[in-house]
């Protein structure tokens, strides 16, 4: 006899299989790691959804909307490299991506504390010796000056706050991937300037997963170059008496303060 699954209350087992019409794409992008990949969806559809951290709603679809449509970033990364995911949350996109690919050091980046527990006994849970977790926001993480070949995010705010955001951490010539939607093109288009000014040297937008997905998934690709360096403050002129030694009049002074803020970006965690 079959179970029916239209009635399935949210945490009901029926919802936590693989669904049949996504049940190829699973095997394909999972491969040998698929039966990981359940205990993960189990895990959010039971604690995850009871802790908040994915809305009751998103149970039904947590394959082809969640998990699918992270671990298909999997096929842009390179072999073996550091991978930082920002504002994990519920572990998406990186936990899927640590799931598929053992070969890569994945950090979850997360301030809220609620999250980091709840990502601590999941990582224990499906024992992904690959992911460390890092309760901080990415700009205090910015300013220790570490830095990662991968940066990825599942892009909910406006594209040039999230590469304020995100550029900082990722390693001249790494690259960030940034989950968007069908706006993704435009949004770069918009973006163009704020690319530049934080030093990126290359971005387009590529489709993840278009063999296996019914909805490809829609990536913002950035490659890093060279961090800005702070515009230094302008000194006195060679003979004259320095700032130090004598305060500049009212108008200099104003002048001085616009020119010499061009310091670190501020970025929000």
């Not at 095997?27 to 959010?44: H, K, M, N, S, V």
């Not at 609620?114 to 910015?142: C, F, H, M, P, Y």
Request: glycine fraction near 8%; include cysteine.
């Amino acid at each position: 006899m079959s179970v029916p699954t239209n009635s399935a209350s949210p945490n009901d087992s029926a919802d936590l299989q693989v669904p049949r019409e996504t049940d190829t794409a699973a095997r394909l992008l999972f491969g040998d790691r698929l039966a990981t990949a359940r205990t993960y969806a189990e895990a959010l559809a039971t604690t995850g959804a009871e802790r908040g951290l994915i809305g009751p709603r998103e149970v039904p679809r947590i394959w082809d909307r969640h998990l699918l449509n992270c671990v298909a970033l999997a096929e842009l990364i390179p072999q073996g490299v550091e991978l930082a995911d920002i504002g994990s949350g519920a572990g998406l996109p990186g936990l899927p991506i640590a799931i598929a690919r053992p070969d890569l050091t994945v950090f979850l980046v997360e301030p809220l504390l609620r999250r980091v527990v709840w990502l601590r006994e999941v990582v224990l849970q499906l024992g992904l010796e690959n992911v460390e977790i890092i309760r901080s926001r990415a700009n205090a993480v910015a300013e220790t000056d570490r830095t990662f070949d991968v940066v990825t995010a599942r892009a909910v705010a406006p594209l040039p706050g999230l590469l304020d955001l995100c550029l900082p951490l990722v390693r001249p010539g790494g690259e960030l991937l940034a989950m968007k939607g069908d706006s993704a093109a435009e949004e770069l288009l918009e973006a163009e300037s704020t690319l530049k000014q934080l030093g990126a040297v290359e971005w387009s937008v590529a489709l993840c997963g278009q063999r296996v997905l019914t909805t490809p998934t829609t990536v913002v690709r950035v490659i890093a170059g060279q961090r800005p360096k702070p515009a230094s403050k302008k000194s006195g002129k060679p003979g004259k008496q320095s700032p130090r030694s004598k305060r500049p009049s009212a108008p200099q002074a104003k002048s001085q303060s616009s020119t010499g803020s061009g310091g670190r970006r501020g970025k929000r965690g």
